[in-house]
C-alpha cells in the first residue's frame, strides 16, 4: 500500500455569477488545487478568489489550462494546431495564473491539463512532447500532473521534466489507461464509497482496472476527485478519510524527475 498520496481537484470554474462546485468546502479536504485559467472556465476575478482560498488552506496551487472553448467547457477536441499555437495557449493560461499568484504571495507548482485537451495529450505522443516542452520552456522545475501509464507520463519522464502520476477515483478505465468517455455507460462512478474502494484497490495493486478487467500498471502520486458534479464534496470527505484509516498519509505530492533518454 502507497503510504502516502496527494489529493487533487479542479478548481475556480465559476465565471462572473455564474457559479460551480463547492471550492472553498474542497479546500478544507484536498492538497493540491488545479485552477482554470479562464480559457475553459473561470475569469480573474475568480482565478484570484481560488489562489487566495487555497493559500488561506496551504493548498498547493496548480495551474488547470485547457482549449479555449467556454461554451463547451473545453471538453470538445479542437484540431488542427501547430506546435506553437498549442505550446502558446498553454504559456498563456499558466502565465496569467503565475501573475495572479505571485501578487498574493503565492506560486504556481504544478499543470495539469483540462479535458479534451488532457485525453489528447494522453492519447498522441505528439501532442504530449510539445506540451512538456511549452511547460519546460515557462520553468524546468513545474510539475507536470500526467495520467498514469499514457503518452504524457512517457513524454515527461522522457523530456525529464519533474512528474507527478495521477489516477482518478471518480472514472472508469480503457485498457490503454487512457478514460472512458463521459457518454459510455459505466464511465463516471458516483457512489463515494464506490470511488474510495476503487482508489485503495489501485495503491494496493499498483494497477488501475479497466472496464474489460484488463489490469494496468501505474505508479500513483495523486488522486484526483472532480470538483464540478453534485457528489464531489461527499466523494472527497469519503475519500480522504477511508485512505486515512488505511494508514495512508495525505499531503501535496512529491515530484519524480527523471534523467532524460
Partial sequence: MTK???LNADLGESFGPWRMGADEQLLEII????????????????????????????????AH??????????????????????KTL??????????IARANGASVGHVKLHGALANMASEDSAIARLYVEGVAALDPELVVVAMAATELERAAAEQGQPLAREIYADRAYNDDGTLVNRGTPGAMIHDADEAADRVLKMLDEGAVTALSGAKVPVEAETVCVHGDGPEALAMAETLRRRLE??????????????EEH
Fill in 65 to 86: 489550462p485547457g482549449f479555449r472553448d467556454l461554451e463547451g467547457f473545453g471538453r470538445r477536441r479542437i484540431h488542427g494546431l501547430d506546435a506553437d499555437e498549442l
Fill in 4 to 6: 502516502v498520496i496527494d
Fill in 90 to 99: 498553454v504559456r498563456y493560461q499558466v502565465g496569467a495564473l503565475e501573475a
Fill in 31 to 62: 492538497t493540491s488545487a488545479n485552477i482554470a485559467c479562464g480559457f475553459h472556465a473561470g475569469d480573474p476575478v475568480v482565478m484570484d478568489r481560488t489562489v487566495k482560498h487555497a493559500q488561506r488552506h496551504g493548498v498547493a496551487v496548480g
Fill in 245 to 258: 484509516q488505511a494508514g495512508v498519509r495525505v499531503e501535496a505530492f512529491r515530484p519524480t524527475k527523471r
